[in-house]
């Protein structure tokens, strides 16, 4: 589907276009606030600026898009493959992150408060300035993962798989909630193993 139909079918009011194929398109400063791009295709597309408010983008090839300052609060974008994408200062309060592939993507300046990423694969991400307050992160693969200048007040790291005994004092001194649950002392090996 062309660009074109494609914003002119979401201006008329449809909403559901699962499938898509939007490979490198051009979409920054579009409205596209509770669009559904289930499994869509993004491959590279620039989403610069976007508002994408609420939409639904689980399971959506995102590899190397371009979503600097977009605005994806509340969106799903569970099981996404954010490779190498750049969500510098972009909004994802209360988004879905969880299972999504944000290997190698740049977070700087984003806000994920509120956030849900749990078992989200995190390894070679940037996290600078990143704001990850109330955020869930159990589970994920943090290896790798540079993370300088972070809020982490309330923020989740419960089983997570890459973090250094230090790495974890220090999130902890700076209000994160760090834990292996007692209650299942298999579990790291568990989540290692994926």
């Keep these: 589907m062309k660009i074109e139909e494609f914003l002119a079918r979401y201006a008329s009011g449809e909403r559901n ?3 898509i194929d939007l490979f490198r398109s051009e979409l920054s400063n579009v409205n596209l606030a509770g669009v559904s791009l289930f ?8 989403l ?3 508002n994408l408010i609420g939409a639904n983008l689980y399971n959506a090839t995102l590899i190397g898009a371009n979503l600097y300052c977009a605005n994806l609060s509340g969106a799903n974008l569970s099981g996404a493959n954010l490779t190498r994408a750049d969500l510098s ?17 740049i977070l700087s300046y984003a806000n994920l408060s509120y956030a849900d990423m749990s078992r989200a694969n995190l390894q070679k991400a940037i996290l600078i ?5 109330h955020a869930n ?3 994920a693969d943090l290896k790798n993962t540079q993370i300088n200048g972070v809020n982490v007040k309330d923020t989740r790291f419960s089983l997570g798989v890459g973090l250094s005994a230090q790495m974890k004092r220090e999130l902890k001194q700076q209000g994160a909630i760090v834990e292996d649950l007692p209650g299942e002392p298999h579990a790291s090996r568990l989540f290692a193993a994926r």
């Design 17 to 19: 276009f699962r499938d």
């Design 48 to 50: 610069f600026r976007a």
């Design 137 to 139: 992160l159990s589970g």
């Design 89 to 105: 200062g972009a909004d994802l309060s209360g988004a879905d992150l969880s299972a999504a592939d944000l290997s190698g993507a």
């Design 129 to 133: 300035d990143t704001n990850l307050s």
């Design 39 to 46: 499994r869509a295709n993004l491959f590279r597309a620039n």
